[in-house]
């Protein structure tokens, strides 16, 4: 099973992949001072269809070459294959469209305890926010790879909207600075988690007032957060930067 491997492979030592949050496309963005990305064309959803089944097809035929030398006692080559597959997972892989086969849709519904769910959930926060340097960045992958296991296999899982929750944070890390990634997964967070149990909707707004400089998404999330929230202070500062933004004009 991908997991099983995923955290066998991480537990032998074997993560020499040190990229750091600089090194990405997105940190590299936003040091241009741009902070968001421009909306992909409508173009580009053929070719990021063929790049993710590129990946899928290159990660199953790894998996397969290391089994075989596995099953064939051959345990230099399975070490091979096996940092190659590790390697693979830990490598950069940005999302080119948001909307081609990576946030899922917001009418998904956490209604069933799932045990599965749950368990890899418990392991992702055991990676999440861990460590200094590297060592952090690394951990924030785990934790990124074990989320989006959850929500792959277990859309109707009751951890969606926690999980869409962590998922935000770790794309606003220092260890992705996606913030367009972020403010998507905030929004589901609120959309799969009816009510005002959390600050999702006033993150998504920051993010899209601060970070992608899409003040008219901004707005309409702020106001959302003075009709939806129930904590005063979140409510004061939506309220606060409404009237910056429109003038004073609810």
Do not use: C
Request: proline share 3%; aromatic share 10%; hydrophobic share 35%.
């Amino acid at each position: 099973m991908k997991r099983v491997f995923v955290l066998a492979a991480f537990a032998t030592g074997l993560l020499v992949v040190g990229w750091a949050a600089a090194d990405s496309p997105g940190a590299a963005d936003n040091k241009k001072g741009g902070g968001g990305l421009p909306p992909a064309a409508a173009s580009d959803v053929e070719l990021v269809e063929r790049v993710i089944a590129a990946r899928k097809e290159y990660e199953t035929s790894l998996r397969k070459l290391r089994e075989h030398y596995d099953k064939h006692g051959d345990k230099q080559r399975t070490g091979w294959a096996e940092q190659e597959l590790v390697a693979f997972h830990m490598m950069f892989k940005p999302s080119y469209n948001l909307d081609v086969q990576d946030v899922p849709p917001p009418n998904l519904e956490a209604k069933v305890n799932v045990r599965e769910a749950n368990e890899l959930y418990r392991m992702a926060m055991e990676y999440k926010g861990k460590g200094l340097g590297s060592e952090y960045t690394l951990n924030m992958r785990r934790a990124e790879l074990l989320l989006r296991e959850i929500l792959e296999k277990y859309p109707n899982s009751d951890k969606i909207a926690d999980v869409a929750y962590q998922l935000a944070e770790v794309y606003e890390s220092r260890a992705y600075k996606q913030y367009d990634r972020a403010a998507r997964y905030y929004e589901r967070s609120f959309q799969w988690m009816k009510g005002s149990r959390t600050d999702a909707r006033l993150r998504a707004a920051v993010l899209y007032d601060k970070q992608l400089n899409e003040r008219s998404k901004a707005i309409e999330l702020y106001r959302e957060v003075t009709s939806h929230d129930t904590d005063a202070d979140r409510i004061k500062q939506a309220e606060r930067r409404l009237g910056e933004l429109t003038g004073g004009k609810k």
